[in-house]
C-alpha cells in the first residue's frame, strides 16, 4: 500500500463518493421515467414537456450542485447531475428544436444559485 493510494478511487467506493450515479433517468421513446437513490420511480410524458431548467447552486463539490428540473403538464421530474444515464438524457433533449446549447455550458460552468432556462416549448 502506497503513501498515495489513500486518493485512489475504487469501484467499490465511487457509489459512496457519487450518490447521485444511484439515480437513473431512461428514455423509452414516450416517456422519461426517473428511478430514485430510494429506488422510488416517477414517468412523464416526453409530449407534455413544457420546458427544461437546469438548477445550480454552491453546494459543491461535496453537495449536488446541478440539478435538471423537467417541467410538464403532469409535474415536474428532478435529475441530479451525474445521474446515470444523464448523457444519453442530455442527448435525447438536444434533439428537442431550439435547445440552448449556449445556456447548457453558463449552467454547467455555474458555481452560483441560478436557474438556466434551456428549453422552452414555444
Known amino acids: 500500500m502506497g503513501i498515495f493510494s489513500f486518493f485512489k478511487k475504487s469501484k467499490e467506493n465511487k457509489s459512496n463518493l457519487e450518490p447521485e450515479s444511484k439515480w437513473k433517468v431512461e428514455f423509452n421513446g414516450t416517456k422519461i421515467k426517473i ?12 409530449s407534455g414537456i413544457h ?13 449536488t450542485d446541478v440539478w435538471w428540473r423537467i417541467l410538464s403538464s403532469s409535474g415536474i421530474l428532478s435529475v441530479p447531475g451525474g445521474a446515470t444515464g444523464e448523457s444519453e438524457m442530455l442527448e435525447n433533449f438536444q434533439r428537442f428544436p431550439n435547445f440552448n446549447n449556449e445556456r447548457l455550458i453558463e449552467a454547467m460552468s ?13
Open 35 to 46: 428511478t430514485d437513490y430510494d429506488g422510488i420511480e416517477s414517468s412523464i410524458e416526453i
Open 51 to 63: 420546458q427544461i431548467i437546469i438548477e445550480t447552486n454552491d453546494s459543491g463539490p461535496w453537495g
Open 110 to 122: 455555474s458555481t452560483e444559485n441560478a436557474e438556466f432556462i434551456v428549453w422552452k416549448n414555444q
